[in-house]
């Protein structure tokens, strides 16, 4: 059970574990799709001279990133699995494999998307059946929100088999058995339907397994490690609803857990007959670990087994043989891993992490030893590291040293941990990685993180942007602001809602608190947010405009009044749990109001902006997006055209729309256009900033006096956003 699993309300993710080496890196980089020739309609106040630098920063940060890319391509990823008889290699658009003791050089592909037809994408999730006879992969276009399910037998071939089966917009699956496959389907961006495939000599028989009739509610299936248990998770912004298959007899009906209720969460793992649940039910409605019999699952005989120290909340759970490894986030910030005895929970044990392991993605490709596992530690600026945990050896972490190049060392990399003081005097948890002392970052330049929404923790897993910015001598600051889940299920519950403003106040005070404590300054400051933590980034821009110089919004939320008003959008409904419901409720409508980014802008100083949307994005409308340029530039246009109150050399705001087409909210996923599009962010903000590059480290241009003639052109220099599936995340 992976974190994209846990702790969370309702995740659209789809599950991309097995992606290959360059796509592991671009799916942490902003990315949104460009086609050639493609120009914004918005129009952007620069002089030739500052476009003539834009497309000039950005050739050549186009090629020091597939540097910086190429030089991490070899590093440990998700793209390697272990059936019981070969290992499994997924690759572009292939699978491929080879037996335990062959070499690479016996590798023979088994897979190739196309044989799912008109797809041209890239392989979303694999699942081999019991006796490794079956192979199930879903594949997607890059412009569709569905995916197709390819069903193939497996024999001594070796060439790709024709499919025995193609299904339709299928979101998650999961194999019974070997002839029965469990599946979700999805209509737009919903999930409500659960199918049972069972494949016979005869033919094929598909029979509806379970349908959702709650709107709010989102449906998939995944498996307990012990490929014991088929579960169907239901899951709502307030509550979850589990329902469990055992392989043993797949066609019987599914047995329900624990009903669903208000305020409920839980996510249920096996072993050895036993229920393991992490449920919201210890103190202050934050997780902890429960067991109850298989044979008697309902709530009333869940007991606690597991509850982290005061402060420290539960990230993610992995179960093995005799053992339960527990992800747990301290109070400072920092992870740590607790084993616990399946025989006697009362003994366990704590393993530290290194100080900089802000990322921990679990790898099941030990499949043969039950009470082992491995992952993999990152952070943004530091490459994934693969770990094996034995909770039973004497010494039960241990560290692979393959992929430990000079290169990859970050010996002066400084990750410092800081809170800050908000409004209400919560304290607002920050992670800082810097290469100097923490005492000379006064002229550094500043790159801020936030999101802040749906009980979902910034993305901080390895970025080679971000590596690239770091080693150019900038700050990169995440802000743990309320809404998002690193502190615990309260932690979201203190920002969304009637408290959704605490998270633009939580941002003020952590960029406040960097100034104080001597980390840069505004005019070296730039603000990067996508999707929902747009919502906070444009309302923080509305209030207090000064503290920002460069703001990179990535497919951004920034009309939640006008959207939340619209049941007929496709997440309208759903999303009332995270931002209220302004058609009925006048206080909601009020809340939104108040914040919404779209709805209080005002004739000011805006920082520079660059905007990049979609036009057929299906979670965020392009309607709010354009609506809020237009109302930025008349804001500004407004405020500018009266000499009184600006002064005759001073900066005019740069508002850049990259309006791009499909339907995607993830941008491309071909290494080419994600490189164009990170170079081009990477060139904006050096421009606005006013830094000059030398192909290795960026200094301040002259005395940063940037006067800027009040030239309106097209923008014709490329364009190009990231992340999993997961609502408007």
Excluded at 214 to 242: A, G
Excluded at 530 to 543: D, I, P, T
Excluded at 569 to 582: A, Y
Aim: proline share 6%.
């Amino acid at each position: 059970m992976n974190s994209c699993t846990i702790l969370r309300s309702v995740l659209r993710s789809l599950n991309t574990s097995w992606v290959s080496n360059q796509r592991r890196w671009i799916r942490s980089a902003p990315s949104l799709y460009r086609t050639a020739g493609h120009t914004s309609n918005t129009t952007v106040h620069h002089s030739e001279a500052t476009l003539g630098k834009l497309r000039s920063l950005n050739r050549q940060f186009d090629r020091r990133l597939r540097s910086v890319y190429q030089r991490y391509a070899d590093g440990p990823d998700h793209t390697v699995f272990q059936g019981s008889h070969h290992v499994y290699i997924v690759e572009g658009c292939g699978i491929y494999r080879m037996g335990h003791t062959e070499e690479e050089q016996d590798m023979v592909q088994v897979f190739h998307t196309d044989c799912a037809g008109d797809v041209e994408g890239t392989i979303q999730r694999v699942r081999l059946s019991a006796t490794e006879s079956i192979l199930a992969a879903t594949a997607k276009n890059s412009h569709k929100e569905e995916a197709k399910c390819v069903v193939i037998r497996l024999d001594n071939h070796n060439a790709p088999q024709k499919p025995m089966l193609i299904l339709d917009n299928v979101f998650s699956f999961e194999w019974a058995s070997d002839d029965v496959l469990v599946y979700t389907t999805q209509e737009g961006l919903q999930c409500r339907h659960v199918f049972r495939l069972h494949l016979t000599n005869t033919g094929n028989q598909s029979e509806l397994l379970y349908e959702e009739k709650d709107p709010e509610f989102f449906v998939e299936v995944s498996r307990s490690r012990d490929q014991r248990l088929l579960t169907i998770n239901c899951s709502s912004k307030k509550s979850s609803e589990v329902w469990l298959i055992d392989s043993k007899c797949p066609f019987s009906p599914p047995t329900q857990v624990q009903p669903r209720q208000p305020g409920l969460l839980y996510h249920v793992e096996h072993s050895n007959n036993l229920l393991y649940i992490l449920a919201n039910t210890g103190t202050g409605h934050e997780y902890q670990l429960l067991r109850a019999p298989l044979s008697s699952p309902a709530m009333q005989h869940w007991k606690p087994i597991f509850s982290p120290g005061p402060g420290a909340v539960i990230k993610d759970m992995e179960m093995l043989q005799d053992h339960c490894v527990i992800t747990v986030r301290e109070p400072q910030g920092q992870l740590q891993l607790q084993s616990i005895s399946l025989k006697s929970p009362d003994h366990g044990t704590v393993l530290q992490l290194p100080s900089w392991a802000c990322a921990v993605e679990t790898q099941r490709i030990g499949t043969v030893d039950k009470d082992t596992f491995s992952f993999l530690l990152s952070s943004p600026v530091h490459p994934p590291i693969r770990y094996h945990l034995s909770p039973a050896h004497q010494r039960p972490l241990s560290r692979e040293h393959a992929f430990q190049h000079q290169h990859t060392l970050l010996t002066e990399c400084h990750t410092t941990r800081l809170q800050a003081a908000s409004q209400d005097g919560t304290m607002v948890p920050m992670t800082l990685f810097h290469m100097k002392a923490l005492a000379d970052l006064s002229e550094a330049p500043l790159l801020v993180h936030v999101y802040g929404a749906y009980g979902l923790d910034l993305n901080m897993s390895f970025s080679p942007e971000k590596r690239l910015l770091l080693e150019d001598n900038w700050t990169l600051a995440y802000c743990h602001v309320r809404g998002g889940g690193e502190c615990g299920v309260s932690w979201h519950r203190a920002g969304c809602l009637q408290q959704k403003m605490k998270g633009v106040e939580d941002l003020s005070a952590c960029i406040h608190t960097l100034f104080q404590s001597g980390v840069s300054q505004p005019a070296l400051t730039a603000l990067t947010a996508r999707s929902a933590g747009a919502v906070l980034a444009g309302a923080l821009c509305n209030k207090n405009p000064h503290l920002l110089t460069a703001v990179h919004l990535q497919a951004p939320f920034v009309d939640v009044l006008g959207t939340m008003q619209d049941p007929s959008l496709p997440l309208t409904i759903e999303e009332r749990g995270e931002w209220g419901d302004p058609l009925t409720n006048p206080q909601d409508r009020d809340n939104i109001a108040s914040y919404c980014p779209c709805h209080n802008i005002v004739p000011q100083l805006y920082p520079s902006m660059l905007i990049t949307a979609y036009s057929g994005d299906s979670r965020v409308p392009l309607s709010g997006v354009l609506k809020y340029v237009e109302r930025l530039k008349k804001a500004i246009q407004t405020h500018t055209s009266s000499s009184s109150r600006l002064p005759i050399k001073g900066n005019v705001p740069t508002i850049m729309l990259d309006l791009q087409p499909g339907n995607d909210h993830f941008g491309p996923e071909d290494f080419d256009q994600s490189v164009s599009e990170t170079a081009q962010q990477l060139a904006f903000f050096y421009t606005v900033l006013g830094l000059e590059y030398n192909g290795s480290q960026q200094k301040m241009r002259g005395k940063r006096k940037r006067t800027i003639k009040n030239m309106t052109i097209p923008c014709q220099f490329p364009h190009h956003v990231i992340g999993q599936i997961n609502m408007r995340t």
